[in-house]
């Protein structure tokens, strides 16, 4: 007979953290790497290995997993989930990380609330609407949404500051 379930715990550790970073708890970041001002709101998890750029807002509820790189002044929303296992196997890699692919976001990418990226690039001044699926690389700057997300309209670049709202 069991005794029971072992209890683990969120936590904030070993992160490396630029000057003025926020990170709301509960959250669970790990071994993760926060540029300068940037904000992590609750119920986040972000995981080993992520470099996240300065000025860059995660909203709550949102996942980043191993392999993701996210730039400068990004905007994460409520909910986006990222991936690195492609299931390219006919199911989870199950341990096997040579299976699992990278993400790479760009500077000033606002990514809308409950998103999901597969393994993609995804080039600076781009725009990516709420509930989207990013299935394939994105390489010119502009308004993507839908599941598969495809390009709304092409967009002026950005100002480099972050969006204002947490
Ligand atoms: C993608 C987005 C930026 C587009 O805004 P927009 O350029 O003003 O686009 P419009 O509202 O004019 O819509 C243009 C078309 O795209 C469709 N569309 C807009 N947003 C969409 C979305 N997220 N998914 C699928 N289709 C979308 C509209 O239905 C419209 O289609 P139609 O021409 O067939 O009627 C915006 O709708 C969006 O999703 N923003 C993210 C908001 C968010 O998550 N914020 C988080 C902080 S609260």
């Given at each position: 007979m069991s005794t029971g379930p072992t209890q683990l715990s969120v936590s904030i550790r070993d992160v490396q953290c630029g000057?003025?970073?926020?990170?709301?708890?509960?959250?669970?970041?790990?071994?993760?790497?926060?540029?300068?001002?940037?904000?992590?709101?609750?119920?986040?998890?972000?995981?080993?290995?992520?470099?996240?750029?300065?000025?860059?807002?995660?909203?709550?509820h949102a996942f980043i997993c191993e392999l993701v790189e996210i730039g400068e002044d990004c905007f994460v929303g409520h909910g986006v989930m990222f991936t690195n296992d492609p299931f390219s196997v006919g199911g989870p890699a199950r341990g096997r990380r040579a299976l699992w692919r990278r993400t790479h976001i760009g500077d000033r990418v606002s990514i809308g609330s409950n998103a999901t990226l597969l393994p993609v690039t995804v080039c600076s001044d781009v725009v990516i609407g709420a509930g989207a699926v990013v299935a394939r690389d994105i390489t010119r700057p502009g308004i993507y949404a839908g599941n598969p997300a495809r390009l709304l309209r092409a967009l002026d670049p950005l100002p480099s500051s972050a969006p204002e709202s947490e």
């Amino acid at each position: 007979m069991s005794t029971g379930p072992t209890q683990l715990s969120v936590s904030i550790r070993d992160v490396q953290c630029g000057a003025r970073v926020r990170i709301v708890e509960p959250a669970n970041v790990y071994g993760c790497t926060l540029g300068d001002d940037c904000f992590v709101g609750p119920f986040v998890e972000i995981q080993k290995g992520v470099l996240i750029g300065a000025r860059t807002k995660v909203q709550s509820h949102a996942f980043i997993c191993e392999l993701v790189e996210i730039g400068e002044d990004c905007f994460v929303g409520h909910g986006v989930m990222f991936t690195n296992d492609p299931f390219s196997v006919g199911g989870p890699a199950r341990g096997r990380r040579a299976l699992w692919r990278r993400t790479h976001i760009g500077d000033r990418v606002s990514i809308g609330s409950n998103a999901t990226l597969l393994p993609v690039t995804v080039c600076s001044d781009v725009v990516i609407g709420a509930g989207a699926v990013v299935a394939r690389d994105i390489t010119r700057p502009g308004i993507y949404a839908g599941n598969p997300a495809r390009l709304l309209r092409a967009l002026d670049p950005l100002p480099s500051s972050a969006p204002e709202s947490e």
